[in-house]
């Protein structure tokens, strides 16, 4: 299952991308070079994917609908900067905390492994 990893940070984006190749080998990681190129980037991996986006949170609703305008499903895990510290999940989307251990990255994007592989079945 392809992966699509938007974060303007070059650091964190590197943490991410290889917490994610550690894990889940030969799995493709795409990265996104900016905001407007999400909806590009998703349909060039096609299939099934998840989708960790860093933005702020008034371009999440405009993010969620550029990764869902294509016809595969998405799962979104959000990275944002809030006040709980707490992750949290809804329907196809859910929200990490900054900041945030592999650990709890990790979870996440099994979580949303998990579902996509349920509802291909």
């Known amino acids: 299952m392809p992966f ?7 650091f964190v984006r590197a943490d991410i991308c290889e917490t994610i190749a550690m894990t889940f080998q030969g799995q493709a990681i795409a990265i996104a070079d900016d905001f407007e190129s999400l909806a590009e980037t998703a ?3 096609g299939g099934p994917l998840i989708a960790v986006l860093s ?6 609703p405009e993010a969620s609908k550029a990764l869902q305008s294509g016809s595969k499903d998405v799962k979104t895990i959000f990275i944002s900067d809030g006040t709980t510290g707490e992750s949290k999940t809804q329907s196809d989307v859910s929200f990490l905390i900054r900041p945030f251990s592999s ?13 996509l592989q349920q509802a291909q079945k």
């Open 55 to 60: 933005v702020p949170s008034d371009k999440m």
């Open 43 to 45: 349909n060039v991996l």
């Open 103 to 115: 650990e709890s990255l990790l979870s996440l994007i099994r979580n949303a492994s998990f579902d």
């Open 4 to 10: 699509l990893v938007y974060e303007p940070d070059h």
